[in-house]
């Protein structure tokens, strides 16, 4: 059989480049109507009363009186209603919908609304703590106390905003006391389960679809659920087609976004300069609401020494409430906050101590039988010497931060070490998740493969194709993946945390093993569920054991040049070496970490945003700048094979490991051009300029 | 209201309207060709791209009364050609396509590029598509296909 790895066509290549793939707003009904959001103005505020002008007898109000269930849009904690019933609590909250069939109609009702809003002192500072977790590794206060010195540092991070190029939006129908809706979702599930509880409805009363998915990069994980919700809400009332698409202006606005982080770190070192013991304590804004955020915190604090082993380890996090924007799942999830900091801070601690970063750096980087950060095990193989050595070779790394850490040369070159958790935190997988899959063979001959993983630009329609093909030794032609439908497939877990292929395609891939093993002719139908391997233990409440059953590793390599009068920073070239275990599809996992990169780096020193008193100071891609193709640097990348015993083929998680080692291997480039520590992403011209002030 | 005479695709078209409308809504709602997409509404994201008279323009720019007379080609009319079967072929094996969203763009993109200009060097191309954002890819990879189908196309541009 040919390597797996080796690419094939995208089976949605055609409908893609033609304009064919129906994405949610491509979709139209007869007779539809359209929803358009009333927002709230202010941060904080009881409605005291709403005034309307003249309502034509077509035009419907829907609002919290119309839920039929219960007013909480299921996430995890029951803190996030569907319609504000009294209180709002960030500018750009949803307050109702207009509905009805002109859309500039709607709009003309918006403005000129009323809200009469009896305004509440508004939260921005991080004082008020929702989610605290605490946990340790070994013994880190005897190791504070024989320290010969300590050394500290804090390390913030900002805003990101996914900027997935199509807006958010559903679709939906209703009849005959169902519920339909078609959106552009990364979860099936997440939505379906929220509009149950919403419209308490029973199972069969609610179908979710998903439509060609124009990009999510979490933001479209649970997000969503609030506007379906919504929808939902709107359908069962008016009973009519309604399409719900937002505009980029208040998707920026009002959408979940990466979590703004301050981490506080500290080491203790002892008299050789090693490292005894390190304590984290990290800050992240939830914004108005918990949403995902805690989940978000408990990763961000698992990765509280990267890629490196520490003996003993101190690690403390909050959520803060505050009267913003509710951030949520970006890609990396909590990962790429902390990973700068610690990736930072152990070069920063070589700094101090004289020691060369790179030198130190691998005195603790983790090897295969090391205790985590949280007391489990790294069971398998680690190849992290080898894929240093191939990132240290191919972007000639010590040669050039020889001659660029000479002053003047305004060129710096930086590397990050960072692994990524596959799956979901803890024991995820098996207690909420509980993933399903099956595997349908018809008559004719054809399996189709039943989950509801998303394909959101990832790939995942090509690649779980080609492993159901190559596993069964049948044409890629003969195995079909439609857009996962909640009335045709099973539950297999919300497309997130870089589980797809690992995880669901593990299981898909032991479930097409027994169907080739059982193969009879005619229909099949077989069917596969979520086994937490029995030597992975997670206790929840102390944070101890295995969080993940299993790691991607990378490196990256950024080089970068600063301009010396304007400070602007630009971005050279890029070089990364990847363990992902076994690519599916070499040229699919080359598009994530290309994507995935470009997305970090980003994060690191181009994309700005911030709010002033709770309102987004960037609404639009006119001033929230993303990369274009005039910033696209010249990118490298190995893919080191390691296959993992579990994943199919020995794939392990991609999505997010191309991303979370971004940030950090940018700013190290930027401090070794500039000659100045940096503590604060992304790395604008500013922030430059008031580092370059202190002389 | 008045009528708006134009070619689509090759054909020739009236609207009768509002001239003000945008020229977006008309061919996505009037004509539905849901190939053009709307990506942010304001001109920055070239998801909506079409060519008039063979030069790119965000459609969600373009008022319907500016069509007047001209001629409007959308990726429904491009992919009827053999240009965009090169381009096509190009994009799929550089990779350069993910959630697709912005891929109707960067096609409409790529055969005004290379309409004017069928040999671009690297930084002509980086220019050419740089009115068109793609959140996935990283651009590597729509240079590249760029690249490609202007070698692999010789002659047809």
Redesign the interface.
Known sequence: MADISK?I??V????????????V??FSYDDMLYARTLRSTVAKAKIKGIRFPNLPEDVHIVDYKDIPGKNVVKIIFDDQEIFPTEVVTYIGQPILLVVGKNKELLEEIIHNTIVDYELMTPIFDWVSSAVHYHFQKGKPEEAFQKATKIIEYVYDTSYQE??????QGFIGTYEEGKVTLIGSIQCPYYVKNALLQALDSKGDEVRVIQA??????GGKEEFPSLMACQLAVALKKIKKPIKMIY??EEDMISTTKRHPSKSKMSAAIGENGEILAIKSNIGIDGGANIGLSGVVLSRAMIATTGAYTIENIDSSGDVFLTNTVPNGAFRGFGAPQMLFAIDLFIEHIAKDLGIDPLEYRLKYLAKQGDPTSTNGLFRDPIIMPEMIKKALEISKFKEKAKIFSRPNVSKGIGMSWFLHGCGFTGSGESTHINALVKLHKTKEENVEILIAAVD????VRTTMRKLVASLLEIPIEKVIYDLPDTDKVPDSGPTVASRTMMIVGGLVARCAKKMKDSWIPGEMLLEERYLQPSYIKWDEATMTGDAYPAYSWGVNVVEVSVDKTTYEVSVNEIWSVYDLGKAIDE??V??QA??????GVAYGYLEVMNHSNGKLLQK???DYI??????????TTVIMDNPYPLGPYGAKGVGELTLVGGAPAVAKAIEMAIGKKVFSIPVTPEKIMELMKHE | MSKITFILNGKTVSVEGNPGVRLLDVLRNEFK??????????G??G?CAVLLDHKIVNSCSVVLANVDGHEIT???GL?ETSR?QV??DS??HA?A????????GM?IATESLLYDNPTPTEED???G??G????????????EAVKKASEDGDGLW
Not at chain 1, 13 to 22: M, Q, R, W
Not at chain 1, 626 to 635: F, Q
Not at chain 2, 132 to 143: A, V
């Open positions: 690419s066509e995208k949605d290549l055609y409908e893609k480049t033609s304009g064919e793939a129906k994405y707003s491509d996914q900027a997935y190029i199509e807006p060609t998915v124009g990009g999510a990069f505009e980029r959101m630009g990832q790939g040229r699919i080359i598009g290309d994507g995935g990169i470009v997305q639009n891609f006119t993303i990369p274009t193709s005039m910033d696209a640097p010249k990118m | 060709l849901t190939g053009i997409k709307e990506g942010c509404g304001e920055e994201c998801a959308t990726i429904e992919k965009y381009i096509r994009f799929g990779g396509v993910q959630c697709g969203f912005c891929t109707p096609v191309i980086k220019i598509m740089s068109n954002l793609c959140r996935c890819t990283g651009y590597q990879s729509i240079i």
